[in-house]
C-alpha cells in the first residue's frame, strides 16, 4: 500500500507496478487490475440537481459564480478526463448490486451527472461485472467527490463504505483503463465479446441523450476501435469462454456425472442477451430442451426461430415457481431489482431426485441478483453467482493470456492515438486567439492607412490590393509561430515541444488562453444551472 497527498486530499493506492507524475501532474498507474482511493476531502461541495430547495439552488449557483470569478486560482488543476468505479476484481456482487444501473437508466443517471457542477460530459458503463462512471472534470478534486457523493445517494451506501471498493484513474490512466475493458482483457471471462457490444451501447445512449461531448464521444469510439483490432489481430475471443457459457459449464460440472445429460430438466428465466446465450450453449452441449420463462412471448419466439437443435418451451412469468418446481437447474437472467426466488417459496418446492444429486442448482448470472441470499440456507438448494464463475473460465486462460500480453501493444498504439489527438486540442484556443489578435491589428492599422490615403486616392482596385497585402503580411508572420504549434501524432517530443511553444506565445501575446477556456466552460454551467425566465 502506497500513499501519496495532492492538496487537501489523500490518494492510497494498491496493486500497481509503477509510479511517475506526468508532464500534467496526472497519476500514472501501469497495472491491469489496481484499487486507488481518494481519502480526506475538505474541500466544499454543492450539488445542483432539479430536485433541490430554493435555498440549495441558490447556494449551489453562488458557488458558481465564485469558482467563476475565481478562476485563476484553479488553473493548476486542469480539465481531465476520469473513471470512477468498482468491478468483479474490486468489489464482491452484495456491493456491485446495490449501485447496479439498469440500461433503460442510464440516460437518467447521464443527466444528474452532468448536472453536477464540476462535471462538464459524463457516461456510466453497467453490467454484471462492473459499474463504472466516465467523465470530464472542470476540477479534479470537486468532481471526483461530487461522484462519490452521487453513488453514495444512488445506491445507499455511505461513502466510507464505498472508497474501499472503488477505483480512481485519471488522464491516460483512465483512457487505457477504458480501452483494456472494450478489449476485455479487464472482464472475468478474459477476451470476451460481450462488454464490446455493451461499450457501443453506452455511445448510442450518450449520443441521444446529451451526455458525450466532444472529449467523452472520442474516448468511447477510439474504444471500441481498439477492442475491435484486439480481437481481430490477436483472435483473442477463439475458444474464449462468455458469463452465459459459463454459467453453463458450471451448471453441468455441478451435476452427477452420469445425469449430465440424461433427465435433466432446465428452466430459464429472463430471454434477454444473456438468457439468449444460455440457450445457445445448452444447445451446443447436447441439450434437447429447456423451459423459458419470460415476461413476453416475443423474446422467446425469436430464439425458437434461431435455435432449431433444441425445444424451447415457454412460460408466463406467472408460472415461474409451477416451472421451477419441475426443473432441476434453474438460470435466472433478469433486470428485475428485486430477487425473483426467495427462501419462503423455494424451500416449498418439490426436492429433486436422488439420482441427480437431491439438490436444485439455482445459477444466478444477474446483477442485481435474481435468487435471494436467504436460498443458499435450504438443505437442498444450491446457488451460485457471477462471482462463482471463476472456477470455470480458470480452464483455458493461460492461452488467452499469452494473446493479451500482445494485445497490450495494440491498446498502447491506441492510448497513444487518442492522447495526441486530445493533446493537439490544447493549442487550438491559442491559435485562434493569436489569429484574433493579429487581424485585430491588421484591421485596426488598415482603417488607419485608408484614412491617409482618403476618399480621392482611395479606389476600389487600391482598396482591395492594400487589404490584400495586409492579409499576406498577417500570414505570412502567423506561418511560423502556427507551425511550431501543431505536432505528429504520437511523438511525444514533439508534442512537449509543441505545448512549450504555446505557453509561450501565450505569454509573449498575453493571450491568456486557459484562464478564458475555463472561464467560458464555467458560464456555460452557471447558465445551465440559472432557473430559466
Known sequence: MASLKTGTASISVTKFNTFRVDRKSSLRLRAPAYVAVQKGFSLRNVR????????????ALEALEQFKISADRYMKERICIGVI??????????????????????PHAIAELCNLNHIEEAAVLSTCNRMEVYFVALSWHRGV????????????????????????????DATQHLFTVSSGLDSLVLGEGQILAQVKQVVKTGQLNGGLGKTMDRLFKDSITAGKRVR??????????????????????????????????????????????????LAAKGVKRVVVVNRSVENVDALREEMKDIE??????????????????????TASEAPLFIKENVEVLPPVSEILGGTRLFIDISVPRNVGTCVSGIKHARVYNVDDLKEVVQANKE????????????????????????????????????RSYADRIRAAELDKCLQKIGDEALTKKVKKAVETLSTSIVNRLLHGPLQHLRCEAGDEKSLDETLENMHALNRMFDLDTEKAIIEQKIKAKVDKSSPKK
Request: with cysteine.
Open 399 to 434: 492461452d488467452r493470456l499469452r494473446k493479451a500480453r500482445e494485445a497490450e501493444q495494440i491498446i498502447n498504439e491506441e492510448v497513444k492515438r487518442f492522447n495526441a489527438w486530445k493533446d493537439s486540442l490544447e493549442t487550438v484556443p491559442t491559435i485562434k486567439k493569436l
Open 85 to 106: 468505479g468498482l468491478s468483479v476484481h474490486t468489489a464482491p456482487v452484495e456491493m456491485r448490486e446495490k449501485l447496479a444501473i439498469p440500461e433503460a437508466q442510464w
Open 312 to 333: 424451447i418451451i415457454y412460460k408466463p412469468l406467472s408460472d415461474m415457481l409451477e416451472a421451477a418446481a419441475e426443473a432441476n437447474v434453474v438460470f435466472t437472467s
Open 48 to 59: 445542483c440537481e432539479v430536485g433541490l430547495d430554493v435555498e440549495k439552488k441558490t447556494a
Open 232 to 281: 481481430t489481430e490477436t483472435n483473442i475471443s477463439s475458444g474464449a469462454v462468455s458469463v452465459s457459457s459459463a454459467a453453463v459449464e458450471l451448471a453441468l460440472l455441478k451435476l452427477p456425472e452420469e445425469s449430465r445429460y440424461n433427465s435433466v430438466s432446465f428452466l430459464l428465466v429472463g430471454a434477454g442477451k444473456m438468457g439468449r446465450l444460455v440457450v445457445k450453449h
Open 145 to 172: 467527490q461530487e461522484i462519490f457523493d452521487w453513488m453514495a445517494k444512488t445506491s445507499g451506501i455511505p461513502v466510507s463504505d464505498l472508497r474501499q471498493h472503488l477505483f480512481i484513474l485519471r488522464e491516460s
